[in-house]
């Protein structure tokens, strides 16, 4: 623990430093694989498994049923409805959820009795219940509906909070790159896409802000900080900011993550909980991704788009020229005697 708390201390001095901003391009490169990647393999791979809430069809369930052995459930309704595309899975230590296309009443009660029999069950252990397609398509549509408005309030938010809006551009393309990442990690594994994982995607969105907005608030305090006399660059006061608050954004991520991954294996393992699975997992993504972008994502791209104006980059020559006049005189000084 001493060693850790030396650690962070030398990262906030200064007198350890990680040159995260100074190696930007190589960041930028791996961004761009991994969003390559996030973007196109699971269309390879057949497009997003989205929920029943998203693409409308039916549902059962059966409670307590003799066996727990799914293929029964899986060969049950491609015999008594065929074509309905069933996925199968175990709702806590005793009921099985059968999903399918959605299917007409007759079907319905058909696959129902069907079920019961095959599970050995009575039929008032086999509960159905449809999701028609339209309600499905308004949940999508209040889904991107409400990502789109936070996105907008988050950057008007935060141009009105620096006073710049290239923060608001570096922390909104770090936020891009956190749901693009998240979504292509749930599409390449398989996971299914819920309205409860599409909350989880919000909040990760929140949660990604706050540590961006907690990094430039210390870059903005080092860089107002840089008058004639300081030493460092633009680009190494935003550098140096980051290493004042790497320690912090980890301790934060490994607190936020104990609990969320509790919540995880509690809700996927113990309890069976479908809605506590798909927001832990999202937020269990999420988090990780989210600190990732903060420092290697936002503050180097919020450093490439300042480094670049006139102002700076004369100032950044003279500090740069003032720093080799003194190395040169250090030198000669050195050597004299």
């Known amino acids: 623990m001493a060693s850790f708390s030396k650690f962070g201390n030398d990262l906030y001095t200064g007198a350890r430093s990680y040159d995260i901003v100074g190696r930007r391009r190589t960041w930028y490169v791996v961004a761009a694989i991994v969003i390559i990647i996030s973007a196109t393999v699971p269309f390879l791979r057949g497009g997003f ?10 549902e059962f369930q059966v409670a307590q049923p003799a066996s727990l052995d799914q293929d029964i459930a899986t060969d049950t309704v491609e015999d008594t409805v065929p074509g309905s595309n069933p996925r199968v899975t175990q709702v806590g230590s005793d009921t099985i959820r059968i999903q399918t296309s959605q299917l007409e009443a007759s079907q319905t009660n058909d696959l129902a009795d069907a079920l019961a029999t095959a599970y050995d069950v009575p039929t008032d252990r086999v509960t159905s219940s449809f999701i028609g397609a339209s309600w499905g398509a308004d949940i999508t549509g209040q889904a991107i509906k409400g990502l789109v408005i936070f996105l ?3 950057a008007i938010g935060m141009t009105l909070y620096f006073r710049t809006w290239k923060m608001s551009l570096a922390a909104m393309t770090a936020l891009l790159h956190d749901l693009v990442l998240t979504a292509g990690i749930y599409g390449i594994v398989g996971f299914e896409v819920t309205p409860a994982a599409v909350i989880g995607f919000l909040t990760i969105l929140g949660y990604s802000l706050y540590d961006t907005v907690v990094v430039f608030d210390k870059i903005r305090e ?13 680009g190494q006061s935003i550098n140096l900011a980051v290493n004042q608050t790497l320690v912090r954004s980890i301790n934060t991520s490994v607190v936020a993550l104990l609990p969320v991954a509790a919540i995880l294996f509690i809700g996927a393992f113990v309890l069976g909980a479908g809605t506590l699975r798909d927001i832990s997992l999202a937020l269990f993504i999420g988090i990780l991704v989210g600190t990732y972008s903060t420092i290697f994502i936002a503050s180097p791209l919020y450093a490439t788009l300042r480094l670049r104006e006139p102002e700076i980059k004369k100032r950044d020559d003279r500090k740069r020229e003032a720093s080799a006049t003194a190395a040169a005189a250090t030198e000669s000084a050195s050597v004299t005697s």
Do not use: K, P
């Open 152 to 154: 907008i309030l988050a």
């Open 49 to 58: 498994h989205f929920g029943i809430e998203f693409t409308g069809g039916s």
């Open 222 to 234: 080092n860089t107002s900080e840089d008058g004639e006399g300081s030493r460092r660059t633009f």
